[in-house]
């Protein structure tokens, strides 16, 4: 082949090159879009068929989609790990909101439901080994002391305005999420983003109540009208009434009030969440008393300081005794005689078997469960016989402190899990949290985190069906329950303190005194660890043990113990009390 012919034999090969490389880029453009055809008519399956009702148009929500299946691509392929606790609104996102999620970007979700106490274990160990067991955890709140003052949690704030900005979705609305304070640390940074929430009431079955001769009765006996008590002595009233003098209705033995008292870490949470504070115990302040908190930690600054009524703490004061005494005695006078020996998830369903009054620690994540047709607490026609309301407080409660307690599951990234993993799940989190899917989400689960969806046009259509939980959210009073707060620096640890001091005094091993003496020196105890260990900020500086009367006689909590602590006992009517929320009260 001479010098022309190779020539002309090279040019060919050039041209053909250059057509089969504009062939291959046509082909690939063409799959390109016929893969986003597909992801978009994919998110109008979803959008149509599973997401409905939404507060966003069916436009909206495609755009919100198409935002998502933009922002998957340099992910499509990937699987990412999460975990969450066994909850009904967790069982829909792993079974169904996870599948949507695939199936719209690309990106494959193992999403899966453990134990509570699993989650923390694995996230501590993820902690201490650097190795990541899950790219992301649907942790509670309550751990926002612990994350804020390590450095293990991803700040949030900083993720969404540095490394994660392009996978931050511009709809995301933070400010339409109702539990930010509760994920935002002292240093203002958020730390989770809020997935689910639901808060503990009082529990009554509204039928009872409103029956002329029992209300006759009580009135009789009690000197004022039976309702929803605004008080501890009134509920205490009104469970001696229905256990002692109603005894029974339509034939079935009666119970004035309903717990759990097995020994299991489920006791913990009967205390931590809210308890002490419903009692009276610790300071003004809201999430969270300050400088006492409802776990009794004083913080000065935000360094935590003592626990023991001695060091200016307040888990072992008057208010806390009481609050413990309080519960014994009411296990045993006026609950079912089997609730002593129940956990927490195996009282849950009690109230729903028709034989309960009222219960003053109840969680509204239950409430899916205590509307389904058919049960003795339901009318025929799908409304509850029952309603919830604020809970009552003991009479070492001053206006201004937390009234309750709010469990907030929240999306927690750790800084151990590689970029492209965090980015990934990051979206997962975005999408389950999402206006496209929040309301349908609420609605399956009862568990809100959107303003919007407390107040979309659903809700109002259908608030009759909730007994009062639509009407709770809507109401200014929601912000007195919060979940644990910032003056607990280590709650795993500190947490698992409580079922085992209490769990003694649940059983009449020993007296309320003693078994918060031992927690609170317990508490104390880790907290000295901590400062001789040091943390990433914020670290406990114990204060010296100096007599109990010196904190009696300084300002706000610990406050001494009162002299009368059976005050009279004091109802509102349901209807009053949600008059005054719809006109914007607290009461």
Known sequence: MNRKQQGFARNSLLVSGALALTLAATLGMQAQGQTAAASTATAKKWVDKEFQPSTLSKAQQMKEMEWFIKAAKPYKGMTITVASEALTTHKYESEVMAKAFTEITGIKVKHDIIQEGDVIEKLQTQFQSGKTIYDAYVNDSDLIGTHFRNDFVLPLSDYIAGAGKAVTSPTLDLKDFIGLSFTTGPDKKLYQLPDQQFANLYWFRADWFARP?????????????????????????????????????????????????????????????????????????????????????????????????????????????????????????????????????????????GEIAQQIFWYTAFTADMVKKGLPVVNADGTPKWRMAPSPHGSYWREGTKLGYQDVGSWTFLKSTDAKHTAA?????????????????????????????????????????????????????????SPTGTNIPDYPKMAQLWWQAIAPAAAGEVKPQQAMDGLAKEQDKIMSRLERAGMKRCAPIMNPEKTAQYWFDQPGAPYPKLANEKEKGETVAYDTLLKNWKAGKVK
């Open 425 to 481: 799940a990051w979206l997962y989190a975005q999408f389950v949290t999402a206006k496209t899917t929040s309301l349908k989400k609420s609605i399956v689960g009862l568990t809100f985190i959107r303003e919007s969806d407390i107040n979309s046009k659903y809700f109002t259509d259908n608030a009759s069906k909730y007994g009062g939980l639509i009407e709770f959210y809507r109401s200014p009073a929601r912000v007195a329950w």
């Open 213 to 353: 001769d029992l209300k006759a009765k009580f009135k009789a006996k009690y000197g004022y009208e039976l309702g929803v008590p605004v008080n501890w002595s009134a509920y205490e009233d009104i469970a001696n009434f229905f256990t002692n003098d109603v005894k029974t209705i339509d034939g079935k033995k009666v119970y004035g009030h309903m717990d759990y008292g097995k020994k299991d870490p489920s006791l913990g949470w009967r205390f931590t969440d809210a308890w002490l504070s419903m009692a009276g115990n610790g300071d003004k302040g809201l999430p969270n008393g300050l400088p006492v908190d409802e776990w009794g930690v004083r913080v000065q600054d935000c360094h935590p300081v003592g626990s023991s009524v001695t060091r200016g703490g307040d888990t072992n004061g008057p208010a806390a005794v009481y609050a413990l005494t309080k519960y014994v005695e009411w296990l045993k006078k006026y609950a079912p005689p089997e609730a002593g020996g129940m956990t927490f998830s195996e009282s849950g369903p009690v109230p729903a078997q």
